[in-house]
């Protein structure tokens, strides 16, 4: 047998199981819907402002990467850093710098403490590292934090974290809190 009857009897197949078909007369119809979609607005970004503003009155010393720091704002009781250490706040939120340039960790330092205030966080333990691959091994991050968070607004007392919990590689942050919670009565729940 020759290719053109099977060939044959395939395109009369083909017709008989298609039915009639309309050839169309113009291909230059658009595939697209003619109607514009609808527009959504963009969403509004949170504004984060920066709260680093308060001056920095004292020369802070350079740290090394087993050193430990601390720090309580005017008015505060040397005690709380005491508490802090041995973990009478319980920890609300924690935040990791490891691996992130200085202006990297600026940036998520600032909105982890936006957040922080928004949500009511009181304590919060920052991870940063010792440093031990650092130039010279004096850690970047470390006293980066160090600094900043002596200006940071909300700031009242710092202290490098227990052995267990981190050691000379984290820190323990108390916050002020919010106006937004001290206005709430107690006795509510």
């Known amino acids: 047998m020759s290719d053109k009857p099977e060939k044959k009897l395939d395109s009369d197949l083909f017709l008989e199981s298609i ?16 109607y514009k979609p609808k527009p959504f607005p963009k969403q509004k970004t949170a504004h984060i402002a920066d709260k680093l503003t308060r001056a920095q009155s004292e020369f802070i010393d350079a740290l090394q990467a087993e050193d430990t720091f ?7 009781q040397k005690n709380v850093l005491k508490k802090m250490r041995r973990g009478h ?19 998520e330092l600032v909105k982890f403490l936006h957040f922080c205030e928004q949500d009511g966080c ?9 440093g031990y691959r650092s130039e010279n091994n004096l ?9 900043w968070l002596r200006q940071h607004q909300e700031v009242q007392a710092f202290c490098s974290a227990a052995q267990r919990e981190g050691g000379a590689g984290a820190v323990i942050v108390l916050l002020r809190l919010s106006s937004k919670y001290t206005d709430q009565d107690d006795t509510q729940y």
């Open 70 to 76: 601390s720090y309580t704002a005017s008015g505060l």
């Open 19 to 34: 039915g009639k078909v309309t050839p169309i007369k113009s291909d230059k119809r658009s595939i697209v819907p003619t």
């Open 139 to 147: 850690p970047v991050l470390k006293n980066d934090l160090n600094v």
């Open 89 to 107: 706040y319980g920890l609300d939120a924690e935040l990791d710098l490891h691996g992130l340039t200085s202006a990297q960790a600026k940036r």
């Open 122 to 130: 009181r304590c919060v333990r920052i991870i940063h590292g010792k």
